[in-house]
């Protein structure tokens, strides 16, 4: 491992299945409610059409802006802009694996990792400090990632 090796997971905090499908409705749905109503010469359909458009658009620009990265390195982890902790201060970590239900047929894994330490005093929750990770699909970088990058003194769990 290289000291300026870092691994960076994207952080999902919006349900991307039911955004997608969303999208995939309202812009493909509009496209061919436009190309309908310019056949049929209505007016209100080329306009209901754009406006469902416009707003497959608006679910586009919302999944973008959505995620935000976390970035693990030897240095320690960080999502830039929002908190900083450094392996220095991190005694031990856990990570935990909650499956979330979305009726009755759809889950998504959410990721949570708690350290004990001096990192931040924003994140401290219950005496220990929490960053819930959100959807990052089976959490496999994100393990490999704290094997390859954390340091042996510093100990690991995955509950």
Request: cysteine-free.
């Amino acid at each position: 491992m290289v000291t300026g090796d870092a691994v960076v997971l994207r952080l999902d905090v919006v349900m991307r299945r039911f955004a997608w499908a969303g999208f995939v409705v309202f812009g493909g749905g509009g496209l061919v409610a436009v190309v309908l109503a310019l056949f049929s010469g209505s007016v209100s359909g080329v306009v209901f059409g754009l406006l469902s458009v416009a707003f497959a658009g608006l679910i586009l620009l919302a999944l973008r802006r959505s995620a935000s990265s976390l970035a693990i390195s030897a240095a320690g982890f960080t999502v830039p802009g929002v908190f900083e902790v450094r392996w220095t201060e991190v005694t031990r970590l856990r990570v935990y694996r909650e499956k979330r239900r979305v009726g009755r047929w759809m889950h998504w894994w959410h990721y949570r990792l708690e350290w004990t330490g001096s990192g931040p005093e924003v994140l401290l929750e219950d005496g220990e400090y929490a960053y819930a990770l959100g959807h990052l699909g089976d959490g496999a970088r994100l393990y490999g990632a704290l094997e390859t990058l954390v340091p042996r003194t510093t100990r690991v769990e995955l509950a």
